[in-house]
């Protein structure tokens, strides 16, 4: 499809004039308390913001990459990007996630704590007929898309205070570890300003560019979102509906099994744990072969079922459980073991507070 500027990016105008009136500098916000995976480390002064040296070869030719692949004015690119600004924080910020440091019990205490699961359990009485309703429709339980919503953005308070296009420029320009990867997914950004009328001047997200309450980096959002209150938009920003129907069509994109565990408890002997990999996401093992290796878990589980053999540090100590599927579902979301078992068992513990308080 040949795609005018004008038709892409309807806002530009509004952009414009608003980077007119920019400050030079961009004051970082305190950092949304996430999952810690998005939370940057404490802070330290920062270098100060800068605008793009659009002429860098690098960069210049990335837009007459996109320029030509789009059927846009190259100019017209380069007045949009003119307007983002390299953040050294966030380069700081990305260089040293948080679970890299962290053992499962440290991060289980961070994530499932007892605020988070008060303010799960009054969001979810809040929104439980929209809820109920996409749960069944589409079986992903209640508690989960809650969860999620709760460890991405403490249920839509913190979702995050830095400009998507800031965040996407300086990752994708200037963090060549993954540089292909934002690059990527400024391109899907730029797309869904038009597509979503979305303002790239006021559009924020976390360090890393994950939009809205569920956190959706812009291909997701693009692929993903699902318009729930059938207003003709995709807004994870402020539509609940739009929210919990994309996260719920996330998991069953990614295998979702309705009604299927996700996490068993286990017990494993010492040399099992310490051969274990915590990057590990896939379904390796088999309940025979695990039993097999001495690993003890609910016996009513088939010999045949796909497994993961999860490592759990406790405080006193090595852990391990058992994850299926779903549990490999929930890591699709964001690609670590820790994070999703965080979202089981803040799950878990809203489930059982919400069946508590019911009358």
């Known amino acids: 499809m040949m795609l005018r500027m004008r038709d892409w990016v309807t806002v530009l105008p509004l952009l414009l004039l608003t980077a007119c009136s920019m400050p030079s500098s961009i004051a970082q916000a305190p950092p949304a308390a996430t999952p810690p995976a998005a939370t940057p480390p404490a ?19 990335w ?49 499932v704590s007892e605020q988070r699961i008060a303010e799960g359990t009054a969001f979810w009485k ?41 965040a996407l420029m300086t990752l ?16 899907q950004f730029l797309l869904l300003v038009r597509e979503e009328r979305l303002d790239p001047a006021t559009a924020l997200g976390s360090y890393a560019g994950a939009m809205g309450s569920p956190q959706f980096m812009p291909s997701s959002y693009r692929r993903l979102a699902v318009d729930g209150s059938g207003d003709g938009r995709r807004d994870l920003f402020t539509d609940w509906d739009d929210v919990f129907s994309s996260v719920a069509n996330y998991f069953v994109a990614s295998g979702w099994q309705r009604g299927a565990q996700v996490i068993t408890e286990a017990t494993a002997p010492e040399e099992v744990f310490a051969a274990l990999d915590r990057r590990n996401l896939d379904l390796k093992d088999t309940a025979e072969s695990l039993r ?56 878990d513990a809203l489930r059982a507070r919400t069946a508590a308080a019911a009358p």
């Not at 320009?173 to 391109?187: C, I, N, T, V, W």
Request: hydrophobic share 45%; charged share 25%.
């Open 126 to 166: 809040t929104h439980r007929q929209s809820l109920d309703a996409i749960s069944a429709r589409t079986g992903v339980d209640s508690a989960y898309l809650v969860a999620i919503i709760g460890v991405e953005s403490s249920y839509g308070r913190r979702a995050g205070t830095w400009r998507v296009l800031d």
């Open 172 to 187: 994708g320009f200037d963090y060549p570890r993954r540089s292909k990867f934002f690059l990527a997914e400024l391109e």
């Open 292 to 347: 097999a290796r001495g690993v003890r878990f609910d016996p009513a589980v088939a010999v045949d079922t796909p497994l993961i053999l999860i490592p759990a540090e406790q405080r006193d100590g090595p852990g391990v459980r058992v994850g299926f599927a779903n549990f490999r579902v929930i890591t699709r979301y964001n690609r670590s073991i820790l994070y999703a078992m965080a979202v089981h068992d803040l799950a």
């Open 43 to 61: 802070a330290v002064a920062p270098e100060p913001p800068t605008p793009f040296d659009l002429g860098r070869a690098d960069i210049a030719g």
């Open 63 to 111: 837009i007459d990459e996109i320029a030509a692949r789009h059927s846009v004015p190259a100019e017209d690119l380069r007045d949009l990007l003119a307007t983002g600004r390299r953040q050294p924080a966030i380069l700081a910020a990305i260089s040293r996630p948080a679970e890299n440091v962290m053992t499962w019990w440290e991060y289980r205490e961070k994530l």
